[in-house]
């Protein structure tokens, strides 16, 4: 062989050699320096960025949550005992992504879209970063088509509009959790998707919510993302924007998603034990400096989306527990600052047996009667200021006994309009139901029926209504508005009825 074949021989490998494309890349590196609590301190992950998923020694998963000269601080997202001293920890150059998309309707899944149900593993979906941005002011529409919650004092008093942030707060135990799940089951045919996040709660209060849909048909149609009280507080931190990137999905794809956080009080509670364990200056009540921040970057992916982007929306019913009454204190006060009205619950109203425990005094929306339709619009106007009214009035009565006639028909009025408000837990009311109550309390045709009857009659009432006068409530179904002629021939239904109430 001579000089002139071997070079052409060595030109020929050169080429190949250089056409040869390495899909290996230089991914970055760090050590574990220290690790306990759930958090670790890294050496030599010198670009990490704040939130990037990393990688620890294969066997868990971590988030970056501080950037220090010299370390990097994450915590884990496992179990806390798996990443130890020494480990290797890799950079992902991603962040925290869930699976989304319609497979996972009817499951229940952890923070990190786990199915814990036990139906099986979820295959093929997509998946979406829990970390986004909130929709551009341009990118978004009016909140004025209503979302019924079924709940007759909400839906008159307090209106939700589809792509509203609606806080539900008050003390332990009077009824915040009842109220957003009353909201999930009335959504059952109104092709509005749900999507329920426990934050923090037990896990028989999450099996028992679960029940619940299942027993009432809404998890055709819901996702519920648990983490519990015994995970750990980074698994309780993720949730919520787990839920959320897992409703957005639906968003973008054109739907109307309902989403409940439960609650957002043991949220930053979670975080707060993060940050001291991330050794973070500690404010007020202990929380850190940024957990305004934490929620608000939440909340406000709640949207409704303008035409061009689709029209979807998003409906957030954030809860927040309060300590005895105590709105004034700091995640309440943030909280209320980002959201559009909040319902408030009072604990003293739920014991003396008004359920739901609506305080229509610190209860409101600002999306107010703009996410109602025309007939709710027409027979709740006063409502509002009427229970006022009759509170103010039933407070300062008990100090007197000589009343003047009128004090004496607005305080007959109040207790039946307050009667009237009332409703059992899961007894979801159609619009349609809610305007022909309304429309008969409005017009007081109740003055003859006595306060502790009131219930039972307006439930007879709307079943004589529907085997006699079906019309009616299908003209308001499918127009949204009363007529005088429908308000006529209700006052007469009214007058056949108390002929028959209580003689069966």
Do not use: W
Not at 60 to 76: H, K, P, R, S, Y
Not at 92 to 121: A, C, H, M, S, W
Not at 166 to 181: C, F, N, P, Q
């Amino acid at each position: 062989m001579n000089k002139e074949e071997i070079s052409r021989i060595e030109e020929r490998v050169r080429k190949k050699l250089n056409a040869v494309q390495l899909d290996c890349a230089a991914m970055p590196a760090g050590r574990v320096r220290f690790s306990g609590d759930g958090v670790i301190k890294i050496d030599g992950l010198r670009n990490a960025k704040y939130g990037e998923l990393l990688d620890v020694g294969g066997v868990a998963q971590a988030i970056v949550l501080g950037l220090n000269e010299n370390d990097v601080d994450a915590i884990v997202l496992s179990e806390e005992d798996k990443a130890s001293a020494g480990m290797i920890v890799k950079a992902t150059g991603r962040i925290v992504e869930v699976p989304v998309g319609k497979k996972l309707l009817g499951r229940v899944v952890n923070p990190l879209g786990v199915p814990i149900d036990g139906l099986g593993q979820i295959k093929g979906a997509l998946r979406r970063p829990i970390e986004a941005a909130a929709p551009e002011i341009v990118d978004r529409g009016k909140v004025d088509a209503p979302l019924q919650t079924g709940i007759l004092a909400i839906d008159a008093m307090v209106p939700i509009g589809r792509g509203q942030r609606e806080l539900i707060i008050g003390d332990r135990r009077t009824g915040k959790t009842s109220v957003a799940v009353d909201a999930i089951l009335n959504q059952k045919g109104k092709d509005v998707l749900c999507v329920y996040v426990a934050v923090g709660q037990k896990a028989s209060s999450v099996a028992a919510i679960l029940h619940t849909l299942r027993e009432y048909g809404a998890m055709d149609y819901t996702v519920i993302v648990c983490s519990t009280a015994k995970d750990s507080a980074p698994l309780q931190y993720i949730a919520p924007y787990s839920g959320c990137a897992i409703a957005e999905e639906f968003m973008y794809a054109g739907k109307d998603v309902l989403i409940v956080y439960d609650d957002l009080s043991k949220h930053a509670v979670a975080y707060r034990a993060m940050s001291l364990l991330l050794k973070r200056p500690p404010g007020r009540e202990a929380y850190p400096g940024d957990v305004f921040y934490l929620h608000s970057r939440l909340l406000e992916r709640a949207a409704k989306l303008s035409e061009e982007k689709g029209g979807g929306s998003i409906t957030a019913l954030p809860i927040v527990e309060t300590m005895a009454g105590d709105i004034s204190a700091y995640v309440p006060t943030n909280i209320i600052s980002i959201t559009d009205g909040q319902i408030y619950l009072e604990s003293d109203l739920f014991h003396a047996g008004i359920r739901p425990a609506v305080n229509v005094g610190l209860s409101v929306s600002r999306v107010g009667s703009s996410a109602q339709i025309a007939g709710m619009k027409k027979v709740s106007g006063k409502l509002r200021l009427d229970l006022s009214q009759y509170r103010e009035l039933a407070v300062f009565a008990q100090f007197g006994s000589d009343l003047d006639g009128n004090t004496v028909a607005r305080l007959e009025q109040g207790k039946r309009t307050t009667e009237t408000l009332k409703q059992d837990i899961h007894a979801t009311l159609a619009v349609e139901k809610q305007i022909v109550l309304l429309y008969v309390t409005m017009k007081e045709l109740l003055k003859d029926v006595p306060v502790e009857k009131i219930v039972a009659f307006n439930a007879e009432f709307l079943t004589y209504l529907e085997l006699h006068y079906p019309d009616i409530l299908q003209s308001i179904r499918e127009t949204g508005d009363i007529s005088m002629d429908i308000g006529i021939t209700i006052e007469d239904a009214v007058t056949e009825c108390k002929k028959t109430f209580g003689k069966e």
